[in-house]
């Protein structure tokens, strides 16, 4: 079975291209032109996923967000928007998207994000957990930093644990000490590979490849957004920060 988009896009024009681009790519397309519609119809007939444009009449793409993930519909979305700015991005994040490509945009950017996220959502294989979960330790391209933390898996509940963090794969939820944090399904991706490399420094190119399935080049600040945005939701007064950067290189998680 063909996998299906819900397109949310005012512009006739760029609806109207992406429609026929999806279709021609092998997904099921469902296009209207509001939030309204695309509320009624993600309730109506759910997607595997959706792919929303930020500025629309009415209800846009924000407030579309907000009100499914209000409703606990975990589906991936993928934002359409011409609001390039750092506040914007987090705007989105904050609203419960996985993911953004900016206007204007190239179609297989869209169709690289689309499939990305898609991967991640896809059934969990009997050997273990897609996508970057499947990999425990350090790859060719990572660096080592300093004593490695104590880094724990039981396999019997899909926990694991590092630098006092705690993460249930299969209930996705994730503790800091006794704390539960919210995260959105990037950010828990995000973790979890840090998390299962905790001591290792993951160059960009590696977490981009793991995480969204494609290297978004040197001026991408996509990366840059998520790490920000897990940092506040990681970090509490008083506790060491967990999430490093190395200027040049990438991110390493470890307890100073």
Known sequence: MPQTVLLAEDDRAIRHALERALTLEGY???AVADGVEALAQAHRTPPDVLLLDVMMPGIDGLQVCRV???????????MLTALVETAD??????????DYVVK???VEEVFARLRALLRRTSPVP???VPGPSTTSGASTDVLRDGPQPTYTTTPADKQITAAGLRMDLQARRVWRDERELELTRTE???L???VRNAGIVLDHSTIYDRIWGYD???????LAVYVGYLRRKLDEPGAPQLIHTVRGVGYVLRED
């Open 216 to 222: 978004f080049g040197p001026g991408s600040k996509n």
């Open 68 to 78: 499914l993930r209000a409703e606990g519909d975990r589906t991936p979305i993928l």
């Open 126 to 128: 009997a050997n273990g």
């Open 188 to 190: 828990f991706e995000l």
């Open 192 to 194: 979890e590979l840090l």
């Open 104 to 106: 204007p945009f190239d």
């Open 89 to 98: 991005r987090i705007a989105g994040l904050d609203a419960g998207a996985d």
């Open 28 to 30: 099921q397309v469902t």
